[in-house]
Nanobody, 124 residues
Framework: QLQACGGGLVQAGGSLRLSCAASGRTFSLYDMGWFRQAPEKEREFVASIGRYTGRTYYVDSVKGRFTISRDNAKNTVYLQMNSLKPEDTAVYYC???????????????????WGQGTLVTVSS
């Protein structure tokens, strides 16, 4: 089970940190990802962090502004979002990939379980 929180209303240029806590899993063994879905748009990949090595990967539109990290002791993954833009407005979802593999996973279908989403609204 995944529980995301940390969303809210922020002005353009501001920052937010999203958190996603996992329960009932051996957290460190799984890849974690953040996705977002804007109104009337498909869910899109934002960032991922790999199991074991903690390798990170970002969609181009957030590179240099967002940082994904994980704390395995707390079973939590974070998304630090800086220099927010109105186009970042969306519901943000965390996801876990339980299946094996050692690649970078950016597809919705490559993840096995999802949090409930947290709304981020960036005003201009």
């Amino acid at each position: 089970q995944l529980q995301a929180c940390g969303g809210g209303l922020v002005q353009a240029g501001g920052s937010l940190r999203l958190s996603c806590a996992a329960s009932g899993r051996t957290f460190s063994l799984y890849d974690m990802g953040w996705f977002r879905q804007a109104p009337e748009k498909e869910r899109e990949f934002v960032a991922s962090i790999g199991r074991y090595t903690g390798r990170t990967y970002y969609v181009d539109s957030v590179k240099g502004r967002f940082t994904i990290s994980r704390d395995n002791a707390k079973n939590t993954v974070y998304l630090q979002m800086n220099s927010l833009k109105p186009e970042d407005t969306a519901v943000y979802y965390c996801a876990v990939r339980v299946r094996g593999g050692s690649s970078i996973y950016t597809g919705v279908r490559e993840y096995d379980s999802w949090g409930q989403g947290t709304l981020v609204t960036v005003s201009s």
